[in-house]
């Protein structure tokens, strides 16, 4: 439920305007690009325990891990397509889905690390 529930955070914070609103202003350089990233490492951590707990861990770890990342990013490129052609005030970005894509390898790349010494963490039930 939480994979469920985070990508559609993702999808909400993606579509949405926020122009006009209230909130805060920052002014921290590619800011975005660190969001951007954060949104898509977390997606692929939480969809390989979402595939795990769906499979009740007889789906290989590596297997999962590959289609969570690829999942990951093609789920990033698409947003950016939707900004690009269903929002008035959102732009998709080519860098943006870099940043998706890099979250989603390092979100991998910590679960490989995680995952790597049987004595760290169990993958299988």
Do not use: C
């Not at 707990?53 to 789906?59: M, Y």
């Amino acid at each position: 439920m939480a994979f469920v529930s985070w990508m559609v955070f993702v999808t909400f914070s993606s579509l949405s305007s926020f122009k006009g609103d209230d909130t805060p202003k920052f002014d921290i350089p590619h800011l975005d690009k660190a969001v951007h990233f954060t949104f898509y490492f977390v997606a692929a951590v939480l969809a390989v325990f979402f595939i795990r707990e769906q499979s009740r861990g007889k789906f290989p770890f590596g297997k999962a891990l590959r289609i969570s990342v690829l999942g990951a990013i093609g789920f990033g490129i698409v947003i950016e397509v939707l900004q690009m052609t269903l929002t008035s005030d959102r732009q998709g970005d080519v860098l943006d889905a870099v940043a998706n894509s890099l979250g989603a390898l390092g979100g991998m790349a910590a679960l490989k690390f995680l995952f790597s010494k049987v004595e760290r963490l169990k993958w299988e039930i």
